[in-house]
Every structure is written in structure tokens, then in C-alpha cells.
């Protein structure tokens, strides 16, 4: 296990490497600036938020001026809309951004705007990735108000032990190389387990020379599901 004096040895190591934060919104404006400043609070400078907006219509037009009037907005933080509402939980949303936004070489986290990260996400994410080679999937722990597996019990917040099995994970958890986000792309197939469904293909692809992506948990809470 890492400890907090190595994770910062390798923070000093990372100023090539960017964490890329894409949100997913939809008529959200309280919300969405809560996360807005729990991203702009991180210790490590090295990321990008990509807001993505579902669809183009008044509340676009009127968030943009708010935001940007209010100094939400900045050179590392982009917001951006599709074309048209789709109306799928953001999995299109997610996907129209990777394919438009996203490096290769980053790490990225997909997720939505009524969700939080602590402060030192990009530093824990960005230090574990330099510390064991940059691991094609970091994952860790989050609050989540399915703390057990669904419907066992219905509804509570609590602490979710992060593990690479259905109803273990959220994909806000999980931090990928940008290239292997674009390989598998999120979508909409398995409805509720949509999430899951991508990331078990990033899990499971397997590289040109036939090796299987490395996975590296950190077991820190850095997330809260709202």
C-alpha cells in the first residue's frame, strides 16, 4: 500500500499527465456548480473538466451566461452541449465526448454533475498511475446510497468497497486510459447496468500484443454518488 509520503514523491513526478473529469448535465445549475468547485478545490492542477450538456435549448443558453459571468468557467474547463436531447442517462452524452475530447495518453473519469470528488482525487489518481506504470484502470472506493448489492437493501449511504464485479462499482470510480475509453466507448446496452457493461469491456480488451489491461485499486474513499 501506498503511503501519503510516496503518493506525493510521485506527485512531483506527474506534471505530463492530466486527469480528464466529463460530466454529463441536464438542466442542472445548483448541482452542477457544486461539482464545478469540488473539481476547481483539487490540490493537483493537471486536469480538465469537459461539461457536456444533453442537448441545446434555453437552459443551455442561460447556464453558459451564468456560468460564465460568475467565474465558473476557465482555460482548463470546457462546457459544451450535443446536438439534441437523447435522454439515456448521459450514455450518449459520455460518449459524444470521449470521441470529441479525450487523449489517448490522459486517464479519464466519466461520471454525472450531481456527484462529488474530494480534493485530492487528481492527486491520488495521477500519483498511483505514475507509482505502478500507468495502469490502463484505477479504480477506488466511493459513497454510494447503494452501499450493498441493489435491493439488498433498497435505498442507504454508506461506504462501497469498490470491486471489479456488477453492483460493486460505479464508473465514477474508475479512472481509464483515454485510448481504452475510446475502444470500448460507453453506451446505453444493459439499461440500469449500463455502467457495468462498459466497464467490464475495458476490463476484458485485450491489447494488440495480447496482454489484458492492467487494474489498480486504490482503497481510498475519493467519491461520493449522489
Known amino acids: 500500500m501506498l503511503t501519503s509520503q510516496t503518493r506525493l514523491s510521485a506527485y512531483t513526478l506527474i506534471q505530463n499527465m492530466t486527469l480528464d473529469i466529463i460530466v454529463c448535465t441536464y438542466h442542472q445549475d445548483a448541482l452542477l456548480k457544486c461539482f464545478i468547485n469540488c473539481v476547481?478545490?483539487?490540490t493537483n492542477s493537471n486536469w480538465r473538466l469537459i461539461i457536456v450538456h444533453d442537448g441545446y435549448d434555453s437552459f443551455y443558453e442561460n447556464l453558459e451566461k451564468d456560468l460564465e459571468s460568475n467565474g465558473y468557467l476557465g482555460e482548463n474547463i470546457i462546457l459544451t452541449h450535443t446536438g439534441q436531447r437523447v435522454g439515456d442517462y448521459g450514455h450518449s452524452v459520455l460518449r459524444f465526448a470521449v470521441n470529441k475530447y479525450v487523449e489517448d495518453e490522459n486517464y479519464v473519469i466519466l461520471t454525472n454533475a450531481d456527484n462529488y470528488y474530494v480534493p485530492v482525487l487528481v492527486q491520488e489518481v495521477l500519483g498511483t498511475a505514475k507509482q505502478f506504470k500507468e495502469p490502463e484502470f484505477i479504480y477506488f472506493d466511493c459513497v454510494h446510497d447503494y452501499a450493498r448489492p441493489?435491493?439488498?437493501?433498497?435505498?442507504?449511504?454508506?461506504?462501497l468497497s469498490s470491486k471489479l464485479e456488477m453492483n460493486f462499482i460505479d464508473r465514477g470510480c474508475v479512472a481509464s486510459k483515454g485510448w481504452l475509453c475510446k475502444k470500448t466507448e460507453p453506451d446505453h446496452i444493459g439499461g440500469r447496468c449500463a455502467d457495468w457493461t462498459h466497464l467490464n469491456k475495458m476490463i476484458k480488451y485485450k491489447k494488440e500484443d495480447g496482454s489484458v489491461v492492467r487494474c489498480q485499486k486504490i482503497s481510498k474513499i475519493l467519491f461520493t454518488h449522489n
Open 40 to 42: 476547481k478545490s483539487q
Open 150 to 159: 441493489y435491493f439488498n437493501p433498497p435505498f442507504g449511504y454508506g461506504h
